[in-house]
């Protein structure tokens, strides 16, 4: 059969590449321009080849944001994943219950994320705050602006009560698509509770449960908003997270050229972690 | 060995889903639950395996009341509509998961599932995934572990209505033979009277959650003991006219067709029940009664077609051997085989098969 030729049909992609430019492309392109030069202003630029990119991967500070960002990322997920599937699996599966859960569990969602940093910044002041007075009152030493542990602490604290009901929604979307017959037949195996979660529950949430993570993932290592207002990335730099770090070097600093490599280092961090996750978990899926 | 219902009842709420029931399964037969969706072929099957209990009533098992009785201790193995595997097994694992549990020797096992899955043809498929698997494959290793431990009672939920027609065609065959030569009660539901036809055995009709009637399939088939029976057993529907008798002459009541009968049944009106095959569009053995009529549709269903038409103020169905199309409005004689008529009185219960 012979394919018609129509070159017009590139008229129809050109408002999506115009727009894709004008908030991906120019964006991108404009931070890469800085990475690679130096300037001080009056829109005069030197090239500096890879210099920036050097000098930001041996630095001790990058490196010391970066592994505060990994360990923060990684307790979160450790935190909020198992957290949020056994909710899911404790949620009410008819009846009134079903849209009073769903509805309570969305609230935090909803949440601006600066007001969450101000709530809990005023929920956790240990002097008036609800959460800080009592740990007080109850005897323990509690100051979220004053101590590394406690401002970790509330920080975690914070992240898991905003976002661990998405976690809890997905992971229940998963549940609820599981089809009865499946319960009965394990049932009938007489397979015990554990082994139909693991073999059943599990394997059937799997793909829920790899968005979940990645969207958990990229959210939390790009985590700014909230930290910034409970913290500010303080006491010192304790909980300045990667992304404080460079709004830090960028804006406070003005240092804009190794800012700028800095931010593509990060975006390539993201980008490969994503990948690699999802490479891995697809996997065996391909297939079907 | 024997699986008795007795009075059993299953009601939700103030819906009753089924009705009183008594029934008894012999061993060794393949009992067929035939009923249009929503009748209560699922409700009865999770009865039977106790999956479900029932609202009243008492379920015995080889002279033992088993009403209540956990399913994990009775012997029992389940497939369903939708292909249920455990999806991170492979099919060999899938097929000994039963036996794992029951502490069966890793010899046995191996022995017990190459011989179940030589049987369905799953040999070498035996470390796929069952997402490797087309919807036939997935549906046989399902079969696979339902037959691999000797159950008493094997429930079949529909199990081919999820497969496309070859692959349904092709199971459909080969499962009388599966369960050949098994000491066990195969219960089997279907909302296909073809499918009871060809598994043979036994058949209940069910109509919104009551059995109407419990039989060998051959007999539930030619002697429907109600017009409902006989509705619920026949695919494409059954024609439904009344009829008046006034000695050895019968006649519909809404044209002038006449027949002459032997039947020594009491004068007066009847409704007959003619199955579509019944009527044809050519004259052929004893399909002679001439009825005319006026073509809705025609349709054309494997190598048999289908044609409906108008006669009276009725609407009726015949199919007829052979692949040909009639025009929409046509009119055009076509015949009936009186000797097939079957007779119901005016509470639709049989009074003669032809």
Redesign the interface.
Same mark, same amino acid.
């Given at each position: 059969m012979n394919k018609t030729v129509n070159q017009k049909a590139w008229f129809f992609v050109i408002p999506v590449f115009v727009l894709v430019a004008f908030n991906a492309i120019i964006p991108l392109m404009t931070v890469v321009n800085y990475a690679f030069q130096e300037t001080f202003g009056n829109n005069v630029f030197m090239w500096e080849g890879t210099r920036w990119f050097k000098q930001i991967m041996l630095s001790e500070r990058f490196h010391a944001s970066l592994g505060r960002q990994f360990l923060f990322t990684f307790i979160i997920l450790f935190i909020q994943i198992p957290l949020g599937i056994a909710i899911a699996l404790t949620m009410p599966k008819e009846g009134i219950g079903v849209p009073v859960c769903l509805v309570l569990m969305s609230m935090p969602l909803l949440i601006p994320w600066n007001v969450v940093g101000a709530m809990w910044n005023i929920f956790a002041l240990p002097d008036i705050g609800f959460l800080g007075h009592s740990l007080n009152a109850l005897g323990f030493d509690y100051n979220f602006t004053q101590q590394i542990g406690d401002a970790w602490f509330t920080t975690i604290l914070m992240d898991v009560w905003h976002w661990t009901s998405l976690v809890v929604l997905l992971s229940y979307a998963g549940l609820r698509s599981i089809?009865p @017959?499946?319960y009965? @037949?394990a049932?009938?195996?007489? @397979?015990s509770r554990w082994a139909i979660f693991t !073999?059943?529950e599990l394997? !059937?949430m799997k793909k829920v449960l790899t968005i979940a993570i990645l969207l958990r993932f990229m959210d939390s290592f790009m985590i700014y908003t909230e930290p910034f207002v409970l913290t500010g990335g303080g006491p010192g730099n304790a909980t300045a997270f990667l992304s404080i770090d460079l709004v830090k070097m960028a804006l406070g600093q003005f240092d804009l050229g190794p800012a700028a490599a800095m931010s593509l280092i990060y975006f390539f961090i993201v980008l490969l972690v994503c990948w690699v996750f999802y490479t891995l978990m697809m996997r065996?899926?391909e !297939?079907? | 060995m024997s699986l008795e219902l007795k009075n059993v009842e299953k009601k939700i709420g103030l819906d009753t889903h089924i009705y009183s029931t008594n029934l008894k399964l012999e061993k060794n037969t393949i009992n067929i639950l035939l009923g249009p969706t929503l009748s209560g072929k699922t409700t009865l099957m999770?009865i039977m395996?106790g999956?479900d209990k029932p609202t009243s009533g008492e379920i015995w098992f080889n002279n033992e009341n088993v009403t209540g009785m956990k399913? *994990?201790k009775r012997n029992? &193995?389940?497939v =369903? *509509? *939708?292909f249920?595997n =455990? $999806?991170?097994?492979t099919v060999y694992d899938n097929i000994a &998961? $039963?036996l794992k549990?029951?502490g069966v020797s890793s010899d046995e096992t191996k022995q017990r599932v190459g011989k179940v899955a030589e049987l369905l043809k799953l040999s070498g498929m035996l470390n796929k995934?069952p997402?490797?698997l087309s919807g036939g494959q997935q549906q046989r290793t399902a079969l696979a572990r339902a037959l691999v431990k000797d159950s008493d009672l094997i429930l079949l939920d529909e199990p081919l209505a999820n497969l496309d027609f070859k692959l349904r065609e092709e199971l459909r065959e080969e499962l009388p033979k599966l369960f050949e030569n098994r000491d066990c009660i195969v219960v089997y539901a279907t909302t296909e009277p073809s499918e009871a036809l060809l598994l043979g055995g036994n058949t209940a009709t069910l109509q919104e959650g009551k059995i109407i009637q419990y039989g060998k399939t051959l007999d539930t088939y030619n002697k429907p003991n109600s017009l409902v029976s006989a509705q619920v057993f026949s695919d494409p529907p059954m024609n439904i006219a009344k009829i008046k008798k006034l000695g050895d002459q019968c006649s519909f009541l809404q044209n002038d067709i006449q027949w002459k009968t032997k039947l020594n049944i009491k004068d007066g009106e009847y409704k007959v029940g003619i199955r579509p095959h019944n009527i044809t569009t050519y004259k052929e053995g004893n399909n002679t009664l001439e009825i005319k009529g006026k073509v809705l549709i025609s349709e054309i269903s494997g190598s048999e077609s289908l044609i409906h038409f108008t006669n009276g103020n009725l609407n009726w169905v015949s199919l007829s051997n052979g692949v040909f199309q009639k025009n929409v409005g046509d009119v055009m004689n076509l015949y009936m085989n009186t000797d097939e008529f079957i007779y119901f009185d005016q509470n639709e219960r049989l009074v003669s098969n032809g």
């Open positions: 089809q @017959a499946y009965q @037949a049932e009938i195996d007489g @397979a !073999k059943i394997p !059937k065996n899926e !297939k079907s | 999770q395996a999956l399913v *994990q029992v &193995s389940m =369903y *509509q *939708q249920i =455990y $999806p991170n097994f &998961s $039963p549990i029951t995934k997402n490797e």
